[in-house]
DNA sequence: GTCTATACGGTGATAGAC
DNA sequence: GTCTATCACCGTATAGAC
């Protein structure tokens, strides 16, 4: 709890801090009972009685359930964005090493661990959340996306590769999800790690000149 | 609506099938409802309204909505497991035609289709049907990677394949889970036939040897 | 087997004190 | 900003007539 009793005098900007605050710890508490509970089961009362605040608190921020719930898909959505954009950003300027980058990226235990990867299908598992997620992450997807096929692009011009751009941009994507998929449903010791491996293996197999380096890019990690 | 009139003097047997068939409804009546609502919008009433009955006749055939689900579970689960398997039987009887079988099967569209998917991921989503899923279609999931594994050893044997027997059967069922997801939230000109020709080609670099014959078996279908 | 009516509990949201 | 109390609604399941 924050100091409540200075909170009269404030200057309206740490006010402002201390909402964020607030806000931030309820999408967290709404994104672990999502996790436990399911979004059906996912209460106001019980998004409350976890962050061990009053169901009014809940309201008087967000207003209604709704918005609670797409902010907290944003949430999710920007902080994914920004996982692999930044992994992009820092990569080498050279497709392949940008290609494992975003690979890499989106396996990162920030973004993707069994609690998260249980909330991402809660909201596509929801046909209403499908329509709210398509709304607010359908650019991301699209952007991600663009960016796979742009490095797979780039390498299809220089390299012999096996596949041609657009197919090696859908398999990879492809296998990222189901690798997810396994995360969540497979056998519980099946971890980042192995994904990761996983996907640098069709890599390889996508371009069979480049094998060594992207070997390399893995074990960098 | 069938014959009520005489109902009361029908032989027990054919009681029992109309019974049958009154669940069968019922059962696609909600199957349709988790794909237009989600599954915590998918009430007993709207179940009971889309199948024009009232929401008595569904307590008095399910119970309560929870054994509703579950039966709606196993269904799912049956016609899939009978399809792959009736796929695999119907196959020559060698490792890489029961392996392209096995992989095609689950992309049929009576399977696979913008609805049974959307169910499927209702269920996935949700964090208590998650475990209903995993007591109900665990052992088929397992009983395909298994089947997927038993082929890729096969081949493993045989040929010059270039990854383990392990990690193609590993990549092969992510690939194809992820193609699932791309067909709900993807693109949405995207269709089974496209995803069918993506996994060939994975198929097509774990067993460059066998290339032609994979080609073929695709386009026999 | 099928219907209608209803009891009961839980959920989102409001009101108003502090 | 935070709380408690409360309302109005909706969903499941029951009861009992037919």
């Known amino acids: 709890m924050l100091n409540q009793v200075a909170e009269k005098n404030l200057p309206s900007r740490r006010r402002a801090l201390q909402s964020e605050f607030r806000k931030r710890q309820l999408i967290n508490s709404t994104i672990d009972c999502i996790e436990k509970f399911g979004l059906s089961q996912t209460t106001m009362a019980s998004i409350a009685k976890h ?68 909330v991402w299908y809660a909201f596509w598992g929801d046909a209403r959340s499908r329509l709210l997620y398509k709304s607010l992450c359908g650019k991301q997807d699209i952007a991600y996306s663009s960016y796979l096929l742009e490095q797979c692009q780039s390498l299809e011009a220089a390299e012999s ?61």
């Open 161 to 221: 590769a096996t596949m041609s751009a657009n197919n090696a941009a859908l398999s990879i994507e492809s296998m990222i999800n189901g690798l997810w998929q396994e995360l969540l449903i497979g056998s519980p010791g099946f971890k980042q790690k192995e994904a990761v491996s996983t996907v640098f293996k069709l890599l390889q197999l996508i371009y069979p000149d480049r094998r060594h380096e992207i070997e390399l890019l893995e074990n960098k990690s």
């Open 51 to 118: 962050a061990s605040v009053s169901q009014g608190i809940v309201v008087f921020h967000f207003q209604t359930k709704e918005s609670l719930l797409e902010q907290t898909l944003r949430r999710l959505s920007d902080d994914y964005g920004n996982c692999w954009k930044s992994a992009y950003h820092n990569a080498e300027t050279l497709p392949l090493a940008r290609l494992c980058a975003l690979v890499e990226a989106v396996f990162s235990p920030a973004v993707c661990n069994r609690k998260l990867v249980g």
